[in-house]
């Protein structure tokens, strides 16, 4: 007598319509026109229910407009055209600690935060130079938006959308998704990276570029296509069981 086995049906968001954009680090010009794409495409899939815009993650830092970018992750959430689910990225985990701890200031500023200064009007101040790291830190919190500030204090951490679990870095592998640590969530790599098990979830993340090309494994997506040194920044859409890919240019 033969063997039955059950074949497990592929991940599905259950019929919600997902748009998922990796890494911005500040590249607002490709922002905007993956942006533009993603709502020509939402408008003509007419979706029963508003479609779910996640963003991972890492929107400053790197490239040379972290303030614009914000400033359009802002733009697309009061549009009411989508459910925004902004995430928190290593990137704006470091911003936030620069803010409350001068002296976290030439650990931020060597990691490419002094583009995010220039980008609002700040001159970086040389990263060994201590009283102007201090000086810099204050012009800067002096200088950030109320709007902006108020966005990096509740990005959220994770989104759960049926099959898939959005986050900025990825997941512990064996512990389970609802015991998750903050730090794992953001900032974790290999380990995660590494890991065949099925998490529970398809996990959808960043952090990790992949070259100009998304990564896609059975327990896991990656958007992260390294939008600073690749040019191309990326978006998955999902919808029900289907995936397909977005992308604009530099």
């Excluded at 607002?28 to 007419?46: G, N, Q, V």
């Excluded at 229910?49 to 959430?77: H, K, N, Q």
């Excluded at 959808?204 to 040194?229: L, M, Q």
Aim: glycine letters at 10%.
């Amino acid at each position: 007598m033969s063997e039955t086995r059950s074949i497990a049906p592929p991940p599905s968001t259950g019929g919600r319509l997902v748009y998922a954009v990796g890494d911005i680090h500040g590249y607002a010009a490709a922002l905007k026109a993956l942006l533009a794409d993603i709502a020509e495409d939402a408008e003509a899939s007419r979706p029963a229910e508003r479609p779910l815009l996640v963003f991972v993650g890492d929107y400053v830092d790197r490239g040379p407009d972290s303030r614009g970018a914000i400033d359009l992750v802002l733009e697309a959430e009061a549009s009411g055209l989508f459910e925004v689910a902004a995430l928190k990225g290593n990137h704006e985990d470091a911003l936030l600690r620069f803010l409350e701890e001068p002296a976290y200031a030439p650990s931020w500023i060597s990691n490419w935060g002094e583009t995010t200064m220039i980008s609002y009007g700040i001159v970086p101040p040389e990263p060994g130079d201590t009283a102007a790291c201090r000086q810099a830190q204050a012009r800067f919190a002096a200088a950030l938006p109320d709007a902006h500030r108020a966005f990096l204090g509740r990005l959220g951490l994770c989104k759960t959308v049926g099959d898939y679990l959005f986050v900025h870095a990825g997941v512990r592998p064996g512990v389970a998704l609802d015991a998750q640590t903050d730090r794992d969530l953001i900032w974790i790599r290999y380990d995660f990276l590494e890991c065949d098990d099925d998490f529970g979830k398809v996990v959808v993340h960043g952090h990790t570029p992949s070259a100009g090309r998304p990564e896609v494994k059975k327990n896991r997506i990656n958007v992260d296509t390294g939008v600073y040194f690749t040019g191309l920044l990326t978006a998955v859409r999902l919808e029900g069981e289907s995936r397909r890919f977005i992308q604009a240019a530099v």
